[in-house]
């Protein structure tokens, strides 16, 4: 079965400091994988999206970047981290399906805080 | 620019009450997700639907989705206290420049069923 692996699960950062999340899908193969943000009391923004190894789709400009080294694996970093990007990151992954793809998995998220 | 509105934001009802929660989009779609979101957690999966006059049902819970008018329904029918929580509607699209499917969210429905 698929899984989708996300963490760590809390996270509070200094102003400044670098952040590196991780997000591993389990099960499947060549997924599109995703980043949302969701911040306090709001709804969900689409940060990044990848459809294959090395291909970033980048949805607004801000102070954070993405990266895809494995065909399973999604990192959403920042080299110096502000207050405006505390929140709650998904990960999520589809499988597209002879062209399209339905059915999106979130993972567990992570809650980051910066102060 | 895909917009996603959802209404009401705010919703206070008793048990055993029905309601219905809207959510409009801007651009044509066929399909459309609504999911589940408990304070603190992740995004849950309640229904998928893929094509026009769609209808699905699960408990108190039924979704339909109406293509032309572009327009989704979640309808609650006799609402319980387990029902609280936010409810999201996406779309999701394909996008030209990035080569993949992605969602684009509702701005949310906070759902407090009253004892």
């Known amino acids: 079965s698929q899984t989708i692996h996300q963490w760590p699960a809390t996270l509070v950062q200094p102003v400044g400091s670098p952040l590196s999340l991780e997000c591993t899908v389990e099960?499947?193969?060549?997924?599109?994988l995703y980043w949302y943000r969701q911040a306090a009391g709001r709804g969900l923004q689409l940060l990044f999206y990848?459809?294959?190894?090395?291909?970033i789709s980048s949805e607004v400009p801000q102070n954070l970047s993405a990266s895809r080294p494995q065909d399973r694996q999604f990192i959403l970093s920042s080299k110096k981290l502000l207050l405006s990007d505390s929140g709650f990151y998904l990960c999520?992954?589809?499988?597209?399906?002879?062209?399209?793809?339905?059915?999106?998995?979130f993972g567990s998220g992570t809650r980051l805080t910066v102060v | 620019e895909l917009k996603v509105e959802q209404n009401p934001l705010f919703l206070s009802m008793q048990e055993g009450k029905n309601y219905t929660i809207y959510c409009n989009y801007s651009?044509?779609?066929?399909?459309l997700y609504w999911y589940r979101q408990d304070p603190g957690k992740s995004l849950e999966s309640l229904f998928v639907?893929?094509?026009?006059?769609a209808v699905k049902q699960e408990g108190r819970l039924m979704a339909s989705l109406d293509t032309k008018a572009r327009l989704s329904t979640l309808h609650i029918t006799a609402a319980v206290h387990d029902l609280s929580a936010t409810y999201f509607c996406?779309?999701?699209?394909?996008?030209?420049?990035?080569?993949?499917?992605?969602?684009?969210f509702g701005t949310g429905t906070q759902l407090k069923v009253e004892l």
């Open positions: 639907l893929l094509s026009n006059g």
């Open positions: 996406a779309v999701d699209m394909f996008s030209l420049t990035g080569g993949g499917n992605k969602l684009t």
């Open positions: 999520a992954w589809s499988v597209p399906s002879y062209g399209t793809n339905y059915g999106y998995t």
């Open positions: 651009t044509t779609s066929d399909r």
């Open positions: 990848s459809v294959g190894i090395g291909q």
């Open positions: 099960g499947t193969s060549n997924p599109n």
